[in-house]
């Protein structure tokens, strides 16, 4: 990066100070500054002349903030570092002797933990160090086991770097099936009798009979991936999880919101990053609402017989929270589902163990669903490459879902 994020300003009072400071923020939250991010920021201000919060909020926005994805880490940065109102009471407030609360605490929000250490970094690299302590190592969880088992929506970007690397290591599916297609040589299973006729007649008058064998094959995966407000962060990681898949068998990606985008050759590109940005800015829809009816009506009218062929399987990343129009949204699944030879429902909302089938989208869509788990961490993804090989256990019956809610 360049010497303007990391010196400090010379002149511009302290209001220039501190938007230097938030950008040093965002970007340690793993938003990309350029070199004249804080400059062009600068010179908004000045130009716009903000006089209230939203003004000013509106202003770094449109400077800082280039993708989709991420506005969420700027609200959150720009809530906690321009905050102004309630602090001193809050110190107050936190220095009181409280009652204990009965009630649980409440899990921080999407992109929260990165923000936090963005913010606080400077002050965690300048304090002392602690005293070690040495703890019994069968007590504890190694680090692995930890970022395997956490939450994608509440790690911090360190984690997340973690959790793309752990990605590519993940063991793909093994389930090649044998194709009504065959190649020359391997194991003699039928003779070619075209290849073996051209040999006899070459001069010798022996004939060498030539023998082909039947391809086998990955089928492809066509995956439909929800990338509304509520799903941006586990699609971000799942899409990662696609880019490493479509190494070994062909992969049709769909990203859908309120509009549905085919992003299949963005995810092509060799640098998974790379890919991922692409996609940012083909899908104008990201971080919005969504239409799950109208994007799988989309799909099956344009797209469905163009790739759900040789036996595709159909993965869909979303959480169902479907409300309008439901006769649709189960008239497209039904349809998609006979297109498919197997359809895979991935849903983060699984991740809470009290879930129940009880929102009409997800009611809706459980009847045509082979396969329903939870994508909320390296786990389940790790579970997932299990379910694509064949493997298949009971806590995945879409069906148990409907019956323990009737």
């Given at each position: 990066m360049s010497a303007i994020l990391e010196a400090e300003p010379a002149s511009g009072?302290?209001?220039?100070?501190?938007?230097?400071?938030?950008?040093?923020?965002?970007?340690?939250?793993?938003?990309?500054?350029?070199?004249?991010?804080?400059?062009?920021?600068?010179?908004?201000?000045?130009?716009?002349?903000?006089?209230?919060?939203?003004?000013?909020?509106?202003t770094l926005h449109a400077v800082f903030v280039k993708r989709h994805e991420h506005s969420l880490l700027f609200d959150q940065a720009f809530r906690i570092f321009w905050k102004r109102k309630g602090f001193t009471e809050k110190l107050i407030a936190m220095m009181s002797p409280r009652a204990p609360s009965k009630s649980d605490p409440k899990p921080p929000e999407a992109g929260a933990s990165r923000v936090a250490d963005a913010l606080f970094k400077s002050i965690h690299d300048h304090a002392k160090p602690a005293p070690a302590i040495e703890l019994d190592a069968r007590l504890t969880m190694s680090a692995a086991e930890i970022l395997r088992s956490k939450d994608f929506a509440q790690m911090s970007a360190a984690e997340i770097e973690e959790a793309r690397k752990a990605i590519k290591r993940l063991a793909m599916p093994e389930d090649k099936r044998r194709t009504r297609r065959f190649a020359p040589g391997g194991r003699p299973a039928r003779v070619d009798a075209r290849r073996s006729f051209r040999r006899s007649l070459q001069p010798g008058g022996v004939i060498d009979l030539e023998f082909r064998s039947?391809?086998?094959?990955?089928?492809?995966?066509?995956?439909?991936?929800?990338?509304?407000?509520?799903?941006?962060?586990?699609t971000r990681l799942f899409l990662h999880f696609l880019h490493v898949l479509g190494e070994t068998r062909r992969v049709s990606t769909f990203l859908f919101g309120t509009r549905l985008t085919n992003?299949?050759?963005?995810?092509?590109?060799?640098?998974?990053?790379?890919?991922?940005?692409?996609?940012?800015?083909?899908?104008?829809?990201?971080?919005?609402?969504?239409?799950?009816?109208?994007?799988?009506?989309?799909?099956?009218?344009?797209?469905?017989?163009?790739?759900?062929?040789?036996?595709?399987?159909?993965?869909?990343?979303?959480?169902?929270?479907?409300?309008?129009?439901?006769?649709?949204?189960?008239?497209?699944?039904?349809?998609l589902a006979k297109s498919s030879r197997r359809v895979i429902w991935v849903?983060?909302?699984?991740?809470?163990?009290?879930?129940?089938?009880?929102?009409?989208?997800?009611?809706?869509?459980?009847?045509?669903?082979?396969?329903?788990?939870?994508?909320?961490?390296?786990?389940?993804?790790?579970?997932?490459?299990?379910?694509?090989?064949?493997?298949?256990?009971?806590?995945?019956?879409?069906?148990?879902?409907?019956?323990?809610?009737d």
């Open positions: 009072g302290v209001l220039a100070q501190n938007i230097l400071h938030f950008a040093r923020a965002l970007r340690e939250a793993g938003i990309p500054l350029g070199p004249g991010a804080v400059l062009d920021a600068l010179a908004a201000i000045e130009a716009a002349g903000v006089g209230n919060r939203e003004d000013f909020y509106t039947p391809i086998d094959r990955a089928p492809p995966v066509v995956a439909l991936c929800d990338i509304s407000g509520s799903m941006n962060e586990y992003v299949t050759r963005a995810m092509r590109a060799r640098d998974p990053d790379d890919a991922l940005a692409k996609c940012s800015v083909m899908a104008l829809d990201w971080s919005g609402g969504t239409r799950i009816g109208e994007a799988l009506h989309r799909f099956n009218r344009d797209w469905s017989r163009r790739v759900l062929g040789q036996g595709a399987i159909t993965l869909l990343i979303t959480d169902g929270l479907e409300r309008d129009n439901l006769d649709k949204l189960g008239a497209e699944m039904d349809r849903n983060p909302l699984l991740r809470f163990g009290d879930f129940a089938a009880k929102a009409g989208g997800i009611r809706t869509l459980l009847p045509y669903v082979d396969s329903f788990r939870p994508i909320h961490n390296l786990a389940s993804m790790a579970d997932l490459c299990q379910a694509l090989s064949g493997g298949r256990d009971s806590s995945d019956d879409p069906k148990a879902r409907l019956l323990a809610v």
